[in-house]
């Protein structure tokens, strides 16, 4: 059932084209899908590429890429955003830094298993300073005051599903999180 985020449009800015196996998606298999869940903006990406672009009628399609960091060796190549992902074992107040160089949007699922902080302090006002919003990741979750001190710092939360397939999606979509007009990337088209 459909639920209405007061502060925006439902969206879902983490949509996976790629999966962990063979098997690929394009924007239109997940169409039906989005319509059912009333998602008006999807974003579509891949990680470590630049899916290829293709229009939704009726929704803002946006194309990004989920870039490991720090960096396996692929180049980040024009995308509307970028998400990272934070490579296992590494510390996010460490990665910082790489976000920041390789001008990050979006940091994915900060509560991905395999990534930890150090100091979260530090990590939010680096975040708000370079304007990287943090992610809530539907499939990865996390506690309720990361998100509540990110929001007090100027941090911007974005919504992801994570989904690797249409039947993945979610549209739980927690109070905190930024309408997608205010985020810098989509503001001029929304
Ligand atoms: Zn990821
Ligand atoms: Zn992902």
């Known amino acids: 059932m459909p639920n209405s985020n007061s502060r925006g449009r439902i969206y ?9 196996s063979p098997v690929r998606f394009s924007p239109s298999d997940y ?11 999807a974003g579509f990406v891949m990680h470590d590429a630049v899916p290829a672009y293709e229009p939704l009628e009726g929704i ?28 296992r074992g590494h510390d996010l107040a460490d990665l910082v830094g790489d976000m920041v160089r390789e001008r990050i949007d979006i940091l994915a699922h900060p509560f991905a298993p395999g990534t930890l902080c ?4 530090y990590l939010l006002d680096m975040m708000s300073e ?4 943090i992610e809530y990741n539907a499939s990865y979750g996390g506690p309720d005051w990361i998100y509540e001190r990110a929001d007090a710092n100027g941090v911007q939360i ?33």
Do not use: N
């Not at 879902?12 to 962990?20: A, E, G, R, V, Y």
């Not at 549209?171 to 001029?188: K, N, Q, R, Y």
């Open 130 to 133: 370079h304007t990287i919003a």
């Open 158 to 190: 974005t919504f992801g599903s994570d989904a690797h397939a249409p039947d993945q999606l979610s549209i739980d979509m927690p109070p905190f999180v930024t309408p997608l007009s205010e985020l810098p990337f989509a503001a001029h088209s929304v």
């Open 118 to 121: 150090s100091d979260w302090d």
């Open 60 to 87: 803002a399609a946006y194309f990004g890429i989920e870039c490991t960091i720090p960096r396996t060796g692929a180049r980040r190549r024009k995308a509307d955003y970028s998400l990272a992902h934070a490579a």
């Open 12 to 20: 879902d800015l983490h949509i996976h084209l790629d999966t962990h």
């Open 31 to 41: 169409y039906v899908a989005l319509l059912e869940f009333g998602i008006a903006a």
